[in-house]
């Protein structure tokens, strides 16, 4: 059974989707593991202005995506990455066999952070 | 608040009233309450009287004798008493076991025990159909082999097997069979003067009767032999000790009784029930049916959804609707079931599947909402796919 903070963000998906303006994704997982995580950023002035997701899998992976979706929103960047699966796990209630989706959603915080940043390098030295 | 619609048939059913009204009678001091070992007193009596009563209920169900019936307390001791009590009997004869792969865990988990104690088994798969392959079966028999033990229908999937010809191939042989018919019993005929079958063993609330008790069908003409299990007292012929649940067992045979009344009828709405519910979702894609379409007893869909996890299926569905789904999600790793890996499907496919099974108190409203709800949570599912 799943606790009650976990079944909302798993039925309450407004941060399903995808956006045509991202600045950065990351994809993360396979079908043959049973999880798949796309999350997509748009930064602005170093900030994440919008976050969504794409998502298979269990209630947990839902509703992780769900949670570090609507966390990223009006952050900065340089705080994205502080969010860890630990806090992820206590917020949600991830029974043991669940902490997998935690450490899938930090992941996919830190890529899509990351290729943000080396996309804006990038970016920084063709100018 | 209200309950959600109940499409899970195959896991249990609700006690039907008139059973539950029998059974309230064996209960109270105002009732038949009296232990039917007590031999020496009328509420002794009357409580025997009824138990012989249900005995001959459940009997009749099955075309037997009602000598023929050993109450235990669930289809799973009666799977135990048969395999290991056989086992053991037989010890001398030889130690060969032969199940197959899409047997329910009460059948397979004896079996590894026996392993365990030193008995070979012999676990025999299955076609995409989910049927034996009987050749294979004539062939895997030794002179060692004390017993082949096949399920009637799947739990899953609700494949018939051929049971008259798996037995016939067994008494070819000269070895016993047994048959776990804890999903047919009430759904499709079973008459053991025609069946080459040993030993059967039959769940009640599969069938709208309480949970907590069962029986195992032991022939008498050739007698099956078999070791007991539970000792204590000598009930049941020596076979299985423990006082007799008296309102349990007349629950049981009442079941038995209206659904030997209530067979044909039954399977006729339940039938025109599940065909409606797969009208309602079969022109959506990547929808297919796992396991047999011919050879299945009426009450059973199991399908597999494409790109919907079942685990998030099921979940969404919680509130409005309660199924069961092709996979255990209980580690990190996830575990689909043994039957539909067993037939073929892939990992994924097979957490990706759900069995909807319907039953005698099912409306045609629940098939109705039911399956839109479902059509409404796989298009929910589906569009957040990557």
Known sequence: MYSNSLLQHFNGTHHAGSLSNASAEAHLGSKHEGRLLHLSIRVQNHQIAQARYKVYGCPATIATAEYVATWLEQKPLTKAQQMTSNEIIKDLQLPPHKHYCALLAEDAIKQVVMNYEVCNDKLSTNL | ?386
């Not at chain 2, 049971?163 to 070819?172: L, P």
């Not at chain 2, 949970?211 to 000598?234: D, E, F, N």
């Not at chain 2, 575990?335 to 496919?349: C, F, K, Q, R, Y």
């Open chain 2, 1 to 386: 608040m209200q309950k959600p619609i109940y499409l899970d048939y195959m896991s249990t059913t609700p006690v039907d009233p008139a059973v539950a009204e029998k059974m309230w009678q064996y209960l109270t001091p105002e009732g038949e309450f009296g232990n039917p070992a007590s031999v020496t007193h009328a509420y002794g009596w009357r409580a025997k009287e009824a138990v012989d009563a249900a005995r001959a209920q459940v009997a009749a169900l099955i075309n037997a004798a009602p000598k023929e019936i050993i109450w235990t307390s669930g289809c799973t001791e009666a799977n135990n008493l048969a395999i290991k009590g056989v086992a053991e009997f037989y010890a001398n004869k030889g130690k060969h076991i032969i199940t197959a792969i899409t047997e329910h865990k009460a059948v397979l988990d004896p079996c590894h025990y026996l392993k365990q104690q030193g008995y070979d088994v012999t676990v025999l798969p299955v076609g995409s159909d989910g049927l034996l392959d009987l050749t294979q079966l004539d062939a895997a028999i030794r002179d060692d082999t004390l017993l082949v033990s096949i399920m009637h229908v799947n739990n899953e999937i609700g494949v018939i097997q051929d049971i008259k010809a798996i037995g016939d191939i067994a008494h070819k042989h000269n070895v016993l069979f047994h048959v776990d018919a804890a999903q047919s019993a009430g759904k499709v005929p079973i008459d053991m003067q025609q069946m080459s079958v040993d030993l059967l063993s039959l769940a009640s609330h599969k069938i709208y009767g309480p949970k907590g008790i069962g029986a195992l069908y032991v022939r008498r003409k050739p007698r099956a032999r078999l070791s007991a299990q539970i000792h204590g007292g000598g009930h049941e012929l020596g076979l299985r000790s423990g006082t007799l649940p008296t309102h349990q067992i007349v629950g049981m045979g009442e079941a038995f009784a209206i659904a030997k009344q209530q067979l044909a009828n039954d399977t006729a709405k339940i039938a025109d029930l599940r065909d409606l519910f797969w009208q309602q979702l079969s022109d959506m894609e990547g929808i297919e049916i796992n396991g047999s379409i011919e050879h299945r007893i009426a009450g059973i869909l199991n399908i597999h959804i494409k790109d919907t996890e079942g685990e998030s299926l099921l979940t969404a569905l919680q509130p409005y609707v309660a199924l069961s789904s092709g996979s255990a999600c209980t580690s990190a790793t996830i575990e689909p079931s043994h039957v539909l890996t067993a037939i073929g499907l892939s990992n994924e496919a097979a957490n990706n599947s759900l069995r909807i099974s319907i039953g005698r108190f099912t409306t045609e409203e629940d098939i109705l909402q039911g399956a839109k709800l479902l059509r409404e949570k796989i298009t929910w599912l589906r569009a957040m796919m990557p």
